[in-house]
């Protein structure tokens, strides 16, 4: 079974800094999917990034990038010029590769999560 | 843009109840999801659907029951309601092929007193 770790419950930050939020992961799998999904207070949660395990090339979202360290199987996702709107919690996924009968290989495994705060 | 709507964000129930929570999506995917959140745990998965009266069991199945009849439509139903199922409950809907991004409603605050 996967198991994914975020070491670090809570974080600050402040404004305009840049953070980066620690996330590790244990698979036997070759390919695979990792997301960063951020959960603003009181609203809805929504994808911030993904990475597929076969791309070697980070991916990268506007102010938000990763660093995806296979061998050591290590995502960490860096927030740059960090904004008040950035608080929120964010969860590392780990999703199996899609294949074979039904939905399983659907399913998402969640770290704990990292609550972040931006102080202005 | 998706939609996944949830019946209630608050609820509260009495321990033995039975309790139905509903989730509908309006973009014809294929998986649904539902979650329990809980400070300190993370998103723990309780059931998931893969399509129409299909269903497989999460991680953390019991005490739950799940229906799906309509494809847009997923409800989570507790037998009968415990004190230890109180949380938050997140429902998730996701297209297959589509880069797999989870959609998740606003969630059920569940209180069982």
């Known amino acids: 079974a996967q198991t994914v770790t975020q070491s670090q419950p809570e974080m600050s930050v402040q404004e305009a800094e840049t953070v980066t939020l620690s996330c590790t992961y244990d698979?036997?799998?070759?390919?695979?999917?990792l997301f960063w999904y951020k959960q603003p207070p009181s609203r809805q949660m929504i994808l911030v990034i993904r990475?597929?395990?076969?791309?070697?090339q980070n991916a990268t979202e506007n102010r938000f990038s990763v660093n995806f360290q296979k061998a050591a199987k290590s995502f960490s996702l860096k927030i740059s010029d960090s904004q008040l709107g950035d608080t929120a919690m964010y969860f590392c996924?780990?999703?199996?590769?899609?294949?074979?009968?039904?939905?399983?290989?659907?399913?998402?495994?969640f770290g704990k999560g990292t609550l972040l705060t931006v102080n202005p | 843009d998706v939609k996944v709507t949830q019946s209630s964000r608050y609820l509260v129930k009495r321990t033995g109840e039975k309790v139905f929570l509903e989730c509908v999506q309006d973009?014809?995917?294929?998986?649904m999801f539902w979650y329990r959140q809980d400070p300190g745990l993370g998103l723990r998965l309780i059931y998931f659907?893969?399509?129409?009266?299909?269903?497989e069991k999460g991680d953390i199945p019991e005490g739950y029951s799940v229906s799906r009849e309509k494809k847009e439509r997923f409800s989570l139903i507790l037998e009968s309601a415990s004190t230890n199922q109180t949380s938050m409950y997140l429902c998730?809907?996701?297209?297959?092929?589509?880069?797999?991004?989870?959609?998740f409603g606003p969630g059920t605050r569940l209180t069982v007193t």
């Open positions: 973009m014809d995917h294929e998986n």
């Open positions: 659907s893969y399509d129409v009266k299909m269903k």
């Open positions: 996924a780990f999703m199996k590769p899609p294949g074979g009968s039904g939905g399983s290989n659907y399913k998402l495994t």
């Open positions: 998730a809907s996701t297209q297959i092929g589509r880069g797999y991004e989870q959609y």
């Open positions: 698979t036997s799998e070759n390919n695979y999917y």
């Open positions: 990475q597929e395990a076969y791309k070697q």
